[in-house]
């Protein structure tokens, strides 16, 4: 049975690892100038780009979902050999397009 000292201190505890952690993150910010420079670029740099990475399949991923029937919608694609390079267009025909 765990007594309501115990846990008390177990908060104290862990506000003070996290304050010596801080402090020595700050001396090693302050000291080391140019290497916390670096990393801390390179750290927003991966960020940024996890971000924008993110957001780009978001919108994918939503391309015409906002239609009441987003599961029929359909792409039409003509595909052509020009020159033994096989080419895919999205616009085709409207001809294809009647039923």
């Known amino acids: 049975m765990r007594s309501e000292t115990s846990d ?6 862990g506000q003070c ?15 080391k100038k140019a290497y916390s420079a670096i990393t801390v670029f390179g750290l927003a740099l991966g ?11 978001r919108d ?7 239609h009441k ?7 039409v694609v003509q595909q052509r ?8 267009l999205s616009r085709a025909p409207f001809q294809w397009l009647r039923r």
């Open 17 to 31: 690892m996290f304050k010596n952690y801080f402090k020595i993150a700050v001396r090693n910010l302050a000291r």
């Open 60 to 66: 994918e991923l939503s391309y015409d979902r906002y």
């Open 8 to 13: 008390i201190g177990q908060k104290d505890f």
């Open 81 to 88: 050999n020009l020159n033994g390079q096989v080419e895919e």
């Open 47 to 57: 960020m940024a780009c996890c971000l924008l990475i993110l957001l780009y399949v």
């Open 69 to 75: 029937n987003a599961g029929r919608i359909y792409r």
